[in-house]
């Protein structure tokens, strides 16, 4: 079993910034990546980024490509998600998620989900 518990969503105005961080607790050894995903109202759920454990590699989804960025801390088991000039369009449930796999865009692919967070971006 794997834990995941979001915190550092908010209300913040367009142009803005919020920083999300995932702690990641329990059976960690042998994960490929963490990812975080979200889920605006009404819509499906979108990949947002992702990074592996090992290396660093990083993956973003292209409406967030160039203001968000992915890092990790692996001594504290954390991922952070730096969004900058926030548009209304993030508006969304942030969730973190893990997976085994090398397929870290794909929702269906992570088996651990963290509660998710509420970012709310206003014009």
């Known amino acids: 079993q794997v834990q995941l518990v979001e915190s550092g969503g908010g209300l913040v105005q367009a142009g803005g910034s919020l920083r999300l961080s995932c702690a990641a607790s329990?059976?960690?050894?042998?994960?490929?990546?963490m990812g975080w995903f979200r889920q605006p109202p009404g819509k499906e759920r979108e990949f947002v980024a992702a990074?592996?454990?090992?290396?660093?590699?990083?993956f973003y989804g292209d409406s967030v490509k160039g203001r968000f960025t992915i890092s990790r801390d692996s001594a504290k088991n954390t991922v952070v998600l730096q969004m900058n000039s926030l548009k209304p369009e993030d508006t969304a449930l942030y969730y973190c998620?893990?997976?085994?796999?090398?397929?870290?865009?794909?929702?269906?692919?992570?088996?651990?989900w963290g509660q998710g967070t509420q970012v709310t971006v206003s014009s």
């Open positions: 990074i592996t454990w090992i290396g660093g590699s990083t």
């Open positions: 329990g059976r960690t050894f042998g994960r490929n990546a």
């Open positions: 998620a893990s997976t085994t796999s090398t397929r870290v865009t794909i929702a269906r692919w992570y088996d651990y």
